[in-house]
């Protein structure tokens, strides 16, 4: 399946945004969130960005105060994943200009949307800022 | 002053904001984001549920305002609580024309409800309106939501429309009919098996977004059944090939790569069509050879790359070019600094040791640095590299370094798998008996619980068995060295139960066996773990078993059996003890001691464990009992598996419809419910539910002819909502499609498709400092002689090894020389020459604003406030000119250190407590291009400094403001730029 989760934390570990690809319960996305997030956070800048849970692993990246953190399945590219997350932020960074956490709090549904884009069914499916943006903007102009 | 600005604008923007959202969203978020814990924050969201109940309901809600409403649920799930009283708000606003609307409506119940909610029959109806829509905006946002909410049920009543979309004329709509096909595919294959040659059309798609997606579903396809598609290697290595000439449009490229992640699908897929094929492989050599050229080792991408063809080229058919290649990369990889590579590097060199096991000799000494970090991910990572080279010759070290690891660990879930990972090796690669008991011991000792019980009993039948030699003095010697360990082992505090089942079996059996320990000494032992454990009955009971086999072996050799007093009262205990089955054992020990020799050794034999026992599984000795019974009137015996079919009403009364008289009991009442009943009894929320919707019941009926049955939840009855689609599925025929002509129409078209663009040549910028180092690295300078003892243990010979890492050595600085050269071609070269970005510059770069201003950490925020309520300040404060700020030395630690700047992003305060947080690239290899993108934006200071919507930028600063969220209040991280 490949991407199971996308979350976006902040330094103090409140959540800004999350997607999961698998279905999980209220009280199973909180406990999971806590402990990824706390495992992440307590990792220096030199350890690698990628931490074994459970039977999966975790990319995170920072960015500031934002942590982007992804789940992914054990076969997945970790560099590759690394980079998507980049490829995310830079997205959202043309999308926004520069973009920061209150962008993202003021707009989830379109960091939602931009995700949407991006990923189905656990996959990456387009890479290209312009194709991923393209609806969005549309959107933007029709309402 | 301040504060007259404020209500000025306030007044200008009158009740809305500047983002069409209200001043109370506005107040919600910025609560939220200031604040301080999470205490605080669930008070906030509480409050929010409770405005939010009241005011969701009011009537004649402003469609925009509940489009604000919904997000704001959408905060409240995300927050951890259950915002389940809006969800039917979301639902209908999946109703809405208004596109916004409608997609945010989707959105949030993807969020909110799972495939099996019963809310979602309410949308369904929606979808396949949506999927049929004009607008193909809609049809998109409708097939995001097929791929999250429709399940295996649900699938025929948009699967034609599904089908039908995969030739729309916009490319967005195929890619994301290929998805929801592939989602069908992942939640029901048969259900979507005549459709799975639409997935090897769309791979000719004339979008290569669309192939792109495509090769997710053929990626999994492929995975299951790789000889159906053998016949695609071709277009997969055609369409790679395209890819690494750079034929795809630019937007796909990627830090100067091109499509990167379409190219790493692709190897993926390569990895399994040409494992074990050599004539598939031989394909694929040339195109994997030619990546391993391209791909720009300087970035993360580039590296992303390399690692996939490494793990393309250890799947396929072995080709010693390539190998060498990948080895080649593995040695840049392990010996970078970057944690992450070398964690790649450990990763692929456990790939590729399969194929070429000297590989790992050349790496010895990087291999147990990264044992040695402090990073337990890179040790996890190098724990498993060890467990694939294991061999007998090294599996002593091995082992005993991961007990040691294990032994540290916190993590249960890894201390069970490292542990069986130890047992494994252990019993694999065992040099001698006495050290394979010896590390069972330690990893019972440290693992006890979490080692799986099937671990023990293997390990007390290997006892009782032997290693399987017929030499009998060497088993004897393994249970003695066995039965020593554990005598000793015995008396340390709070052993893990298993393990101490173990002990107590070993000792019971062959305590006594070689006579070097009297039966009294082992006898006592064994009553003191008794004694230790009183909770654990198992163990209990294992000890009183051993006690027996003690006490008859003693009684069969003919000695006087010479019962402890402790473990006289022992017996007397637990002869009153609770468990039925310490009792029993108690019992039969104290019948036992009095029997004679003779009838001792026939209840007990000694060392009879392996003998088999013969069972009579039909008990035929009872024959006759039972025939009697029989006579006499008794009930014939019902095997299990008939009896349980006796809740089945049906089938009981035809089997045995007299039997059920005599019973007496009433079957009747557990009769399946009727229909008519239960509808009084439909669950309220149902019921409200179709209140809440006012979904015409016309449409219903309108649906019924088209094929989809949609009954109301009240006439069914059952709580359990379905459509009936019968009739639906069969609808299209199998589409005639010959895979032959599509390979070959394949390259053909996109040969024409995909333009040529020119290769960028800038691509290769390099600021990076740290690649240098490694070639320092190279040398191994400072080696300690423990470090090389390890490796030599490890490996096999240091000397042998270290000429292999030398006639590698040659290769590798050849790499890296290069990088070197780019690299001093510095940080002014690149700003010289740096030509324009191919893509408008991403405001990054303002970050090209020196320190000049902000440099120094003591910044008065109060004074940057006032800069900051006023706009003219925003155009002054801009760039006072990169050039002089080249000077410094490190030109990542510039980008780290210095604030971002402009508009809101730019009131992010570098006050020295967050400056160590502020190293927003991390050193990450793909930080080269985004300074270069920077330098060349301070370069044009005046032109980009706000990037590319200044109007916005502005709107969105002032509006900020307008709220009153300031970097001065709580939380100055939420305006840090994330890509500062």
């Not at chain 2, 191994?780 to 002689?785: A, F, K, N």
């Amino acid at each position: 399946m490949g991407i199971r989760f996308i979350l976006m934390v902040n330094k103090q570990g409140q959540t800004r945004l999350a997607q999961y690809y698998e279905w999980l319960t209220l009280e199973e996305r909180r406990a999971l969130e806590g402990e990824i997030v706390r495992k992440c956070l307590a990792r220096t800048e030199q350890q690698c960005s990628f931490v074994e849970h459970r039977n999966y692993k975790i990319v995170y990246r920072r960015y500031a105060s934002l942590f982007f953190l992804v789940g992914v399945d054990n076969d997945e590219n970790e560099l590759a994943i690394l980079e998507f997350i980049h490829l995310l932020v830079e997205t959202m960074d043309r999308h926004f200009g520069n973009v920061c956490e209150l962008d993202i709090m003021f707009h989830l549904e379109k960091a939602h949307f931009m995700l949407e884009e991006m990923v189905m069914n656990g996959c990456v499916v387009e890479t290209s800022k312009s194709n991923i943006l393209a609806p969005i903007q549309l959107m933007d102009k029709t309402s | 002053m301040e504060q007259l600005k404020t209500i000025g604008r306030e007044l200008a923007m009158g009740s809305q904001g500047g983002f069409g959202q209200s001043k109370e969203f506005l107040d919600l978020v910025k609560s939220i984001g200031e604040a301080r814990s999470k205490a605080e924050e669930d008070r906030i969201v509480l409050s929010e549920i409770e405005t939010l109940k009241r005011r969701i309901v009011e009537p004649d809600i402003p469609r925009r305002k509940m489009k604000e409403y919904i997000i704001r649920l959408v905060y409240v799930e995300m927050l951890g609580h259950d915002a389940s009283f809006g969800y039917i708000h979301a639902v209908k606003m999946t109703h809405n024309d208004n596109l916004l609307l409608k997609r945010t409506g989707y959105l949030a119940v993807t969020l909110f409800l799972n495939e099996d909610h019963d809310l979602i029959i309410l949308i369904v109806n929606t979808i396949q309106k949506d999927l049929k829509s004009d607008n193909y905006l809609i049809v998109c946002a409708a097939l995001n939501v097929v791929c999250k909410l429709i399940n295996e049920e649900t699938i025929p009543a948009v699967l034609p429309q599904v089908v039908e979309l995969l030739g729309h004329s916009k490319e967005a709509v195929r890619k994301k009919a290929i998805m929801a096909l592939h989602r069908f595919y992942q939640k029901s294959p048969s259900s979507v098996s005549h459709l799975v040659s639409n997935f090897r059309k769309r791979l000719c798609d004339n979008d290569p977004g669309v192939m792109g997606a495509t090769l997710c579903p053929l990626f999994d396809l492929i995975t299951i059944d790789v000889n159906s598609y053998k016949d695609l290697v071709v277009s997969f290595v055609s369409i790679l090939k395209q890819i690494a000439e750079r034929r795809l449009p630019k937007s796909y490229d990627y830090h100067q790569m091109p499509a990167p992640f379409i190219q790493i699908k692709l190897l993926k897929i390569l990895a399994l069509l040409g494992s074990g094929d050599k004539q598939a492989s031989e394909h694929m050599y040339t195109v994997v050879g030619d990546i391993f050229r391209k791909c720009d080792s300087s970035s993360n991408i580039g590296n992303a790359v390399l690692y996939e063809c490494i793990s393309c080229v250890s799947a396929i058919y072995p080709n010693a070019k390539l190998l060498e290649a990948a080895a080649d990369v593995i040695a840049r990889f392990l010996k970078s600094d970057s944690h992450n590579l070398k964690y790649m590097g450990i990763d692929a060199l456990g790939r590729l040791i399969k194929l070429s096991p000297e590989v790992a000799e050349q790496h010895q000494l990087a291999v147990i640095d990264c044992l040695e970090d402090p990073d337990d991910t890179l040790k996890r990572k190098t724990f498993e590299l060890l467990y694939k080279m294991t061999k007998s010759s090294n599996v002593e070290v091995i082992v005993d370094r991961m007990i040691d690891y294990m032994i540290n660990i916190n993590d249960n879930h890894y201390k069970t798998e490292i542990a069986s990972r130890c047992v494994e090796l252990a019993e694999q690669f065992a040099p001698s008996n006495h050290w394979f008991i010896q590390t069972m011991n330690r990893v019972f000792e440290h693992a006890g619980d979490l080692v799986k019980s099937k671990v023990a009993h293997n390990l007390m039948r290997l006892i009782a068995e032997g290693f399987g030699e017929e030499d009998d003095t060497a088993d004897s010697q393994l249970r003695s060295s066995a039965v020593e360990s554990y005598l000793r082992i015995i008396g340390e505090p709070k052993l893990p139960s298993l393990f101490l089942q173990v002990i107590c079996w070993v000792l019971g059996e062959y305590g006594t066996a070689d006579g070097k320990f009297s039966a009294s000494y082992v006898t006592g032992k064994l009553c003191d773990v008794a004694d230790a454990y009183s909770n654990d009955e198992i163990v209990k009971s294992y000890a009183v078993t051993a006690l027996m086999k003690l006490f008859v072996f003693e009684i069969a050799a003919g000695r006087k059996v010479d019962i402890l007093p402790e473990c006289q009262s022992l017996i007397e205990e637990l002869s009153a003890s609770h468990s039925t089955d310490l009792q029993q054992r108690v019992y039969e020990l104290q019948a036992i001691i009095g029997l004679d020799a003779h009838a001792v050794e026939c209840i007990l034999p000694s060392d009879a464990s392996c003998e088999d026992i013969e069972i009579d599984k039909n008990l035929s000795f009872l024959n006759d009992y039972v025939q009697q019974s029989l006579e006499k009137g008794a009930q014939p015996y019902i095997p299990e598996s008939e009896r349980s079919g006796m809740l089945d009403i049906s089938n009981f009364r035809s089997q045995d419809q007299h039997e059920a008289s005599t019973h007496g009991l009433r079957f009747e009442a557990y009769e399946l419910p009727k229909p008519s009943v239960p509808s009084r009894t439909t669950p309220v929320s149902l019921a409200s539910s179709t209140e809440l919707v006012p979904v015409p019941e016309p449409s219903y009926h309108r649906e019924v002819q088209q094929a989809a049955t949609v009954p109301s939840s009240s006439d069914t009855g059952s709580s359990e909502v379905k459509l009936r689609l019968d009739g639906v599925q069969k609808k299209w025929g199998r589409p005639t499609y010959s895979s032959s002509a599509a390979s070959t129409s394949n390259s053909s078209s996109q040969n024409t498709v995909y333009e040529v663009t020119p290769v960028d040549g800038s691509s290769n910028v390099n600021s990076k400092a740290r690649e240098a180092s490694y070639d320092l690295k190279k040398t191994q300078v400072e080696i300690s002689p423990e470090k090389q003892k390890l490796a030599a243990s490890l490996f096999g010979g240091t000397s042998k090894s270290e000429r292999r890492a030398s006639s590698t050595g040659h290769k590798v600085p050849k790499g890296s020389s290069h990088v070197l050269k780019s690299t001093a071609g510095s940080t002014t070269d690149v700003l010289v020459e740096k030509t324009t970005p191919v893509q408008p510059p991403p405001d990054l770069l303002d970050l090209g604003e020196p320190t000049l201003k902000d440099g120094p950490s003591s910044v008065d925020p109060f004074k940057q406030l006032e800069e900051l309520l006023d706009p003219t300040q925003l155009g002054s404060s801009a760039n006072p000119g990169i050039v002089g700020s080249t000077s410094a030395p490190d030109i990542m630690q510039l980008y780290s250190d210095k604030p971002a700047s402009g508009q809101s992003g730019g009131f992010m305060y570098p006050s020295s407590s967050n400056r160590s947080d502020d190293n927003l690239v991390s050193g990450l290899a793909n930080a080269t291009t985004d300074s270069a993108h920077n330098i060349t934006a301070a370069a044009h200071p005046s032109q980009f400094s706000k990037g590319p919507n200044l109007k916005d930028s502005l709107e969105k600063d002032a509006l900020v403001r307008q709220m009153g969220v300031t970097p001065s209040s709580q939380n100055p991280n939420l305006f840090k730029d994330l890509l500062g």
